[in-house]
């Protein structure tokens, strides 16, 4: 009899993890909360995979071997506390589809400019003529890619989420990008217990295994002295010259070193501007010496790449006010990297979902860059609180129509509009993509 494979949630990562599963010879069940989206209900009626949609039904779900979840659903909900006693293994996509590829696996993982270091190395992969897929939190899922191509490597962005339901899986090369206060809610609001998971990146590594992290970190470099390294280390950094493997900025240059290989070029070159783009720049570069791609293609890459959709998009201006896109930056940390690569006065607009925010680590930033605020979300307190006294103007909206307008009438010719929420964005769209998309839409009515 074939094993039980039970899936929860019906999004790519489910429903590609259920292609896959029924590929490998699972007798499989898809169970979601929520309604289908009508592709992927499509899917799953044309592959003959039985599914549910608006409930979890204990008695379908219980009888698993194995269960792979959404990384959306928390590890403390009664469905998983019930397979947990039962000690019916739980996993994520990513574990599962790990077992069935021998490809190279380069995983990115950080609070921030993951999706940006990502894509690059991605990009950098295939100028260098390898064939690599794109996967993890980003594009098509990994099971679905394992299930239908015949990738020799694979670049996943890596969520601490996707981490905690991984226990198997190995990264031949881990990058680590930073570590701030984010998702605390779903770690008891304990940093440690935060670190630990995006630590798991590096689980089960070996000694020819490679481990890319930012040296400059503090709460990672604390982290790696509690550690014993196996796997080769090649840290990246602005505050010392590295002689080993790893990658360092000196005289306006940057330089990267892995096994004797050099490469360097003046960060002046580099398509993407500012700090946070230089720690992905270096992280991408050290990938593209580790996977031998000639220094010509890293070079091109890095001088070429055009950025991420929803992340410090330059959108379009209108009547000389330009509109930027930065519906990614979902926490503190990232609207921080944001607004610190203003050069013109800005129209801020923030607000969504608070993930336990501290606005206090703005202040100083947004006395500094922003004419006025527009609240954009269903409950703006904490923001009106800690602003208040800091810009003078701040509007609180509660459709993405009324801040574009607001923020259009607040700014003048010359000034940014910039969408930088610090907040998650389900309040009032169904995910960050869908605010940027709306702001873009509302930008164009203007």
């Known amino acids: 009899m074939s094993e039980r494979l039970v899936i929860l949630g019906a999004g790519e990562s489910g429903v590609g993890a259920a292609l896959l599963g029924k590929a490998k010879g699972f007798e499989v069940f898809v169970s979601d909360m929520g309604a289908l989206k009508d ?250 010496k580790v996977a031998d791609i000639r220094n010509e293609f890293i070079r091109e890459c890095l001088t070429g790449f055009a950025g991420v959709e929803h992340r410090l998009e330059k959108y379009i201006s209108v009547h000389g006010i330009e509109f930027i896109n930065d519906s990614k930056a979902t926490n503190i940390n990232s609207a921080w990297y944001a607004l610190e690569s203003m050069t013109k006065p800005t129209v801020w607009i923030v607000g969504g979902v608070d993930k336990g925010n501290d606005y206090s680590e703005l202040t100083e930033l947004v006395k500094e860059k922003v004419r006025a605020i527009i609240c954009l979300g269903k409950d703006n307190t904490k923001i009106v609180n800690a602003f208040a006294g800091v810009v003078p103007d701040i509007v609180e909206t509660e459709s993405m129509q009324h801040a574009v307008k607001s923020a259009y009438f607040m700014a003048e010719k010359g000034d940014v509009v910039l969408l930088s929420p610090a907040c998650a964005s389900f309040d009032l769209f169904n995910n960050y993509e869908e605010r940027g998309k709306m702001f873009k839409e509302e930008v164009r009515n203007l």
């Open 39 to 288: 592709n992927y209900r499509d899917e799953l009626n044309d592959a003959g995979i039985a599914f549910e949609e608006g409930r979890h039904s204990t008695g379908l779900i219980l009888n698993a071997s194995l269960v792979v979840k959404s990384p959306g659903i928390p590890d403390n909900v009664p469905i998983i506390r019930e397979l947990k006693n039962k000690n019916i293994p739980v996993v994520s996509e990513i574990e599962f589809a790990g077992r069935y590829t021998s490809a190279k696996k380069i995983c990115v993982t950080g609070s921030n400019g993951k999706t940006t270091t990502t894509t690059m190395i991605y990009e950098m992969l295939k100028l260098g003529g390898h064939n690599v897929g794109l996967a993890g939190n980003i594009g098509q899922s990994f099971a679905r890619q394992v299930a239908t191509m015949d990738y020799s490597y694979y670049v996943l962005e890596l969520s601490s989420f996707q981490l905690d339901g991984m226990f198997e899986f190995k990264a031949d090369v881990a990058v680590l990008m930073n570590i701030t206060p984010d998702h605390l809610d779903r770690y008891n609001n304990n940093m440690q217990e935060y670190i630990n998971s995006k630590f798991r990146i590096i689980q089960n590594q070996r000694v020819n295994d490679v481990f890319i992290f930012f040296a400059d970190d503090e709460l990672i470099a604390r982290e790696i002295k509690t550690r014993e390294a196996t796997q080769m280390l090649a840290p990246f950094s602005f505050s010392r010259i590295l002689t080993k493997n790893g990658a360092y900025v000196i005289n306006d240059k940057m330089i990267v070193n892995y096994n004797q290989n050099k490469f360097e070029m003046t960060i002046y070159d580099l398509a993407l501007q500012g700090k946070h783009n230089l720690c992905n720049s270096m992280a991408a570069a050290i990938v593209g």
